[in-house]
């Protein structure tokens, strides 16, 4: 699967673009602030319906204009395939599939296939728990469907326990039954999230070690452990022995939204004793680790989009990530980078191919097909 054709107009900083790329190395360049992440946030656009930073629409909208709109011509399993995503000011977006409006953009999501690393993923280290929960769930989702319908379920029912708790507050007695409805349906899809998302590092841990120790070379130790209070309690007596302080609270103090990845690194948080380097490293290994996880689903190679991704890394585990990236393993790839050195690097690497790379100044792009040199 590839990008072809992507097309542009009145996205952030860019009037009016067409860019023709390669099926394997594309890559931007260009000084700060021209421009390069946003070319990268439209292709993330048309293939999760939303901007990678979750901005609002309207924010998206290059200023002083009303609407932008965005094309991507794609080739998946030998198909072509056209989207078109449109959103003017006022109105609700639009996403076409071959001409074909969806209903739903959830209906869209996961047609093609995407993994992008970005600085902006350092949230995962330096974050709140709830965005390491996110992490696990937008992954696990996308190739389990079911498992968002639990999730979905769960915090409905949580929602309403916690308004029951609002409501209860203050009175010196109240009717464990009219909690049991609740109590119930975050048992039942409490546990199954929670057997999930254990099953889902078990798997996702030895994937993103390797990656680590391939491109760190196999001197520090990281893991990743499921931090659970349902590691070992059962969920039901749980609910029960919290009942009296969740009434004080007026909140649900127990439970699978309150589950966390802990990411050690020589066995301590990452997040306390990380270096620059060490965090990214991190970072890229888990969304590599990510990447197989997508491709195996149904053996197509998602776009990989590498934003900055040589920043504070030394030359070694940028060699790393070269040949990596450059591997048959990987399918179609965007970096961005502010000079040609590192990107020079991967297009000796990935022979046998022809790259392209664009030169972005302020909105506007140039590109120069790259010959490669060992040919
Ligand atoms: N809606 C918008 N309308 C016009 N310009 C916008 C809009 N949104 C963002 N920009 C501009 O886009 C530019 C930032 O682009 P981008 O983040 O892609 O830069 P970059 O090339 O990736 O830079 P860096 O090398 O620093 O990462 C800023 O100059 C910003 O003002
Ligand atoms: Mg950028």
Known sequence: MHIRELSVLNYKNFGEATLTFSRKVNCFIGNNGVGKTNLLDAIYYLSF??????????????????????QGKYELNNINEEIHCGFKAGQKKKIRRNKKEYERFSEHIGLLPLVMISPADAVLIQGGSEER???MDSVISQYDRTYLDWLVKYNRALQQRNILLKNCA?????????????????????????????????????VFQNYYNLIAGGNEVV?????????????????????????????????IHKDDLELKLGGYPIKRLGSQGQNKTYLI?????QFDFIRSLNNIKPILLLDDIFDKLDS????????LVADDHFGQIFITDTNREHLDGILREAGGEDFRIFVVDNGKINDIIVKNEKE
């Not at 057997?195 to 841990?205: A, I, S």
């Not at 309690?233 to 649900?252: G, K, N, P």
């Not at 290994?285 to 680790?289: G, N, R, T, V």
Request: aromatic share 12%; with cysteine; glycine share 6%.
């Open 133 to 135: 929960r996110r992490f």
């Open 316 to 323: 070694g585990r940028v060699e790393e990530i070269v040949k």
């Open 170 to 206: 203050g009175q010196s007695s109240v009717d464990p039954d009219l909690f049991a409805i609740w109590d119930e349906q975050l048992l039942l899809l409490g546990q199954k999230i929670h057997l999930k998302r254990g099953q889902f590092l078990e798997e996702l841990l030895p």
């Open 223 to 255: 893991s990743l452990e499921y931090g659970s209070q349902l590691n070992d309690r059962e969920f039901a007596d749980l609910l029960q022995e919290s009942f009296a302080r969740d009434r004080m609270m007026q909140y649900t103090t127990t439970g």
């Open 285 to 289: 290994a888990l969304k590599f680790a």
């Open 49 to 70: 319906c939303k901007s990678y930073f979750n901005n609002p629409d309207a924010q998206n909208v290059r200023h002083s204009e009303d609407f932008f709109a965005l």
